[in-house]
């Protein structure tokens, strides 16, 4: 059974960080497979990383400079850190293996102006 479990997320003022895991369980993946995906309310899922990418990994304007995706794979765990935190960045992440459209449930992050 393929299960993909976000963790990480929480409340912060607006300049901090946090480092959001993905932890992979049920397929043998490489890590640069793994998209990170926000849901703001009211608004469209919004791809926020995707490490691979043509070859090259892809991060929106609105993230780019700020959030990074890496991976461990002896934990089979991705991580996306976000840096300089806005409060636009105000969402429900998830985590996302395009290959079977498989989902994390999602953690919140809330940044405060």
């Known amino acids: 059974q393929v299960r993909l479990v976000e963790s990480g997320g929480g409340s912060v003022q607006a300049g901090g960080s946090l480092r959001l895991s993905c932890a992979v369980s049920?397929?043998?993946?490489?890590?640069?497979?793994i998209n990170w995906y926000r849901q703001a309310p009211g608004k469209q899922r919004e791809l926020v990383a995707a490490p691979l990418s043509g070859g090259t990994p892809y991060y929106p304007n609105s993230v780019k400079g700020r959030f990074t995706s890496s991976g461990d794979p002896a934990k089979n765990t991705v991580y996306l850190q976000m840096n300089n935190l806005k409060p636009e960045d105000t969402a429900v992440y998830y985590c996302?293996?395009?290959?079977?459209?498989?989902w994390g449930q999602g953690t919140q992050v809330t940044v405060s102006s």
């Open positions: 049920g397929i043998t993946f490489s890590m640069n497979t």
């Open positions: 996302n293996y395009p290959y079977g459209n498989y």
